[in-house]
C-alpha cells in the first residue's frame, strides 16, 4: 500500500509549483493556443516579420499602408502561441521502493505531480505514463487547472498497482513503446534513478529515435555513488533476486565510483546534445524545493 503520509495534493507543494514556469524555445505545431511560442507564424498577438503576399492569403493580414507608400503586397506575421505536450513518465519499478522511509517511487511521484502542476496550470496538455518493465497510459494527455485531483488520483492508483506487481526496470522497452503512440512532439519528463541493468548505452538508443526533446530528473542519495559497504558482502538485486559475493576495497569502490559517474555522465551529454534538462533531485530533501533550482526567475527554458 501507499505510505498513509504520501498527499499528492499538498497544498504546499502545489502553491510552489504554480509559482514556476516552463517555457518552451520551441513548440511543435498543430496545437492549441496557450503561452508558449511556436515556430509557427499566423494571426497571433505579438508581431513578428513580413513576407510578400501569396494566393490564398487573408486579405485582412495584408499591410496597407506599406502599400500604399511603397507599392508592395505584403503580410503582416505575427508569432503564434500554442500549448507544450508534456509527457511524465515517473519509474515505479520495484527498485524504486526498497528504502523503508521516503521510498524514491514516492518522490518520483511527488516531482511528477508537482511538474503537471505547472504544465496544468499554464494551460498545457500534461500525461503520466508510469513505467517498469513496461510503460502504461496512465493519463492521456488533457489540459486544465481542475484537472489536478485526476492526476493524483492515477499516480496513486498506479502506485498501488506497481507494489503488487513488484516490476523490474527496463527502461529501454518503456521508451520504446511510449514511441510508438505517436504523440505530439513535446517534452518528455523521466522521472527515475536510472540504474537500468542495461546501461546507459541501451537506454539511449531508444531515446535518439525519440523526436521529442528530454527533461532527465534523476531521484539520487548520496550513497549512491559513494556506498558504505566494507569488506566480504553478499549483495542481492532486489528485482531478479540474484545474488553475487564481493569483496569490497577500496580500488573495488574506485572503479565502481568511475563507472557511476561515467553511466550518468552519458546521460547528461545526451540531453545536453538535444537541447534538454537534466535535474537531480535528493531524495532526502524536500521535492519542491528542488525543482525550483532549475528555475530562473520563475522560468525554465526547455
Request: charged share 30%; net charge negative; proline share 4%.
Amino acid at each position: 500500500m501507499v505510505q498513509d503520509d504520501f498527499n499528492l495534493l499538498d497544498p504546499e507543494l502545489l502553491e510552489q509549483a504554480r509559482a514556476l514556469r516552463i517555457v518552451a524555445r520551441r513548440v511543435a505545431p498543430a496545437g492549441r493556443w496557450a503561452e508558449h511560442r511556436s515556430r509557427d507564424r499566423g494571426q497571433g498577438l505579438e508581431f513578428q516579420d513580413y513576407r510578400p503576399y501569396s494566393p490564398g492569403d487573408e486579405l485582412r493580414a495584408v499591410d496597407w499602408n506599406i502599400y500604399r507608400r511603397l507599392g508592395r503586397v505584403v503580410i503582416r506575421l505575427f508569432e503564434e502561441m500554442e500549448d507544450l505536450p508534456i509527457y511524465l513518465l515517473p519509474d515505479l519499478s520495484f527498485s524504486m521502493w526498497q528504502e523503508a522511509a521516503d521510498p524514491r517511487a514516492v518522490v518520483a511521484m511527488k516531482a511528477a505531480i508537482g511538474l503537471a502542476a505547472i504544465g496544468l496550470d499554464q494551460h498545457d496538455r500534461v500525461g503520466v505514463f508510469p513505467f517498469g518493465e513496461e510503460l502504461e497510459v496512465g493519463i492521456r494527455p488533457m489540459s486544465g487547472r481542475s484537472r489536478l485531483t485526476a492526476f493524483a488520483q492515477a499516480l496513486t492508483q498506479s502506485a498501488r498497482d506497481a507494489q503488487d506487481r513488484k516490476s523490474g526496470t527496463d527502461l529501454a522497452a518503456a521508451m520504446s513503446r511510449f514511441r510508438g503512440l505517436g504523440l505530439r512532439q513535446g517534452l518528455v519528463v523521466v522521472v527515475s534513478d536510472f540504474l537500468d541493468p542495461r546501461g546507459a548505452a541501451a537506454v539511449l538508443s531508444e531515446f535518439k529515435r525519440s523526436r521529442h526533446r528530454p527533461l532527465f530528473v534523476a531521484i539520487t542519495r548520496p550513497e549512491d555513488r559513494d556506498p558504505a559497504l566494507r569488506g566480504d558482502v553478499r549483495v542481492r538485486d532486489c528485482e531478479t533476486g540474484d545474488t553475487q559475493d564481493v569483496s569490497i576495497t577500496d580500488a573495488v569502490l574506485e572503479r565502481y565510483r568511475a563507472a557511476y559517474d561515467e553511466h550518468f555522465a552519458a546521460l547528461q551529454s545526451f540531453v545536453k546534445q538535444r537541447q534538454g534538462g537534466w535535474l537531480e533531485i535528493d531524495a532526502d530533501v524536500d521535492v519542491m524545493d528542488q525543482l525550483a533550482t532549475m528555475f530562473e526567475g520563475g522560468r525554465f527554458v526547455a
